[in-house]
């Protein structure tokens, strides 16, 4: 059995979780709501007050859709009740980041400011050197997070770019004369 999978899924106050036909749960919570069509082949119960997920059979599709099944709901459920946030840091000498209305602006040593519209369901705020994602999908946040890394990735030499904020980066030592 997955390990992750068998684990019931447990519901805090407040929250409420509907499974309608095919698969298609919705979690509401005080941060809003969730929709997501899981696997049809994983059998999803409500039973007091956890999300119970079991799989027909052994196979080595259904085992790992198992797992990923459990984890989904769960990241819906911790959504909706308390949200996710990522934060990134801006490192480097005339890298700024700066907020206009739903924009982020971002100047990092381009000819031109790098502006970002924030998606749908997502919040940036930025303070300081720091940018803050939040959401309630998981999913979102983690993507709109890793679209705004890419916009200057850090390198290694003096470790100038936009890093997550409990990222290492591994530095390299520089070129030296000729002796």
Known sequence: MSRIGRMPVAIPAGVTVEIAEGNVVTVKGSKGTLVRE??????IKMEDGHVIVTRPNDLKKMKSLHGLTRTLIHNMVVGVSEGY????EVNGVGYK??????KLVLSLGYSHPVEMEDPEGLETTVDGNKIIVKGISKEKVGQYAAEIREKRKPEPYKGKGI????????????????K
């Not at 980041?97 to 739903?102: C, E, L, R, S, V």
Request: net charge positive; proline share 3%; aromatic share 4%.
């Open 38 to 43: 899981l696997p049809k082949e994983m059998d």
């Open 97 to 102: 980041a700066a907020k206009q209305g739903k």
């Open 85 to 88: 946030t990522k934060t990134l």
């Open 163 to 178: 890093k997550y904020d409990d990222e290492v980066i591994r530095r390299k030592v520089g070129k030296t004369g000729k």
